[in-house]
C-alpha cells in the first residue's frame, strides 16, 4: 500500500471485530510513527497503549463512569469552540446526521443517540487502545505536532491491514483515565484511540464522510 492509497482508505472505524493485534506489530507502528515531524525536534508526544486484560479493566471501570458521570468530568480543554461558526457547525451536524442514518437512528431519539455515543468508551469493541498525551507546558505549536504523529499511526495501521478510530471524547474523563494509567499531574490527556480490525458488516462504518472541494480551502498564488 502506498501513501495515497492509506490516506483514502483511512476511516474513523466505529465498529471493530473481536480479533487480536500483534503486540510486536503495534510496537513497531508506535515506534515508526516518532519520525514525525516536530518543531525544535521536541517530540511532545507521550503514548500509553492498552490491550489484553488491562483494556477489560478500564472497559469496566468505564461502564461504571459514564452512568455516574454522563457528561464527563472538568475538561481541560475545548474540542470544539463554544461557538462554533460557519462552515464548521454544518460540516460537523452534516457527518453526524450521515452517520445516525448509517445506524438507523433517528435525531429525534436523543436516547438512542446517548446509548449509541457511550460505545464511544468501549472502543467501538476495538482490541487496542491508545491515549496520547502532552506536558502542560506546552503550547498551540506542540498540539499540531500531536497531530502529526497521530496521522503517521494511523496510515501506518492502514499500511498494516488495521483501522483505526481518533476520540478526543476521552477527555471528557481526564481524570479517570490519568488515575487508571498513573500518568503524572504535569501531563495533560489530548486524546484516545480505538485500534484493530474493521468489522465490514457493521452499519456505521459505510459512513464516508465527505470532504470540501479544493477550491473550497486552498488557495494557489503565482502557480
Not at 510486536?24 to 517530540?43: D, F, T, V, W, Y
Amino acid at each position: 500500500m502506498d501513501v495515497s492509497e492509506a490516506i483514502a482508505t483511512r476511516r474513523s472505524v466505529r465498529g471493530f471485530l473481536d480479533r487480536p493485534v500483534d503486540p510486536a506489530l503495534l510496537r513497531e507502528i508506535i515506534e515508526k510513527a516518532a519520525r514525525a515531524p516536530s518543531g525544535g525536534n521536541l517530540q511532545p508526544w507521550h503514548i500509553y497503549v492498552v490491550g489484553g486484560d488491562e483494556l477489560t479493566r478500564l472497559k469496566e471501570i468505564m461502564a461504571g463512569r459514564i452512568v455516574e458521570a454522563p457528561r464527563g468530568e472538568d475538561m481541560e480543554y475545548d474540542i470544539y469552540p463554544k461557538a462554533l461558526g460557519e462552515p464548521y457547525a454544518s460540516r460537523r451536524f452534516q457527518v453526524g446526521e450521515e452517520m445516525y442514518g448509517h445506524v438507523g437512528i433517528p435525531r429525534e431519539d436523543r436516547e438512542a443517540r446517548r446509548r449509541w455515543f457511550a460505545r464511544n468508551f468501549m472502543f467501538f469493541g476495538a482490541p487496542v487502545a491508545l491515549f496520547c498525551y502532552v506536558s502542560r507546558t506546552m503550547g498551540p505549536p506542540q498540539w499540531s505536532d500531536l497531530g502529526m504523529y497521530l496521522e503517521n499511526v494511523m496510515l501506518l495501521l492502514r499500511e498494516a491491514g488495521l483501522d483505526s478510530c481518533p476520540q478526543e471524547c476521552w477527555a471528557m474523563y481526564p481524570k479517570t483515565i490519568g488515575t487508571f494509567l498513573g500518568a503524572p499531574d504535569a501531563w495533560m490527556l489530548f486524546t484516545g484511540m480505538a485500534i484493530g480490525w474493521k468489522d465490514p458488516d457493521d452499519p456505521a462504518n459505510k459512513l464516508h464522510a465527505k470532504r470540501v472541494p479544493l477550491a473550497e480551502f486552498a488557495e494557489f498564488r503565482g502557480l
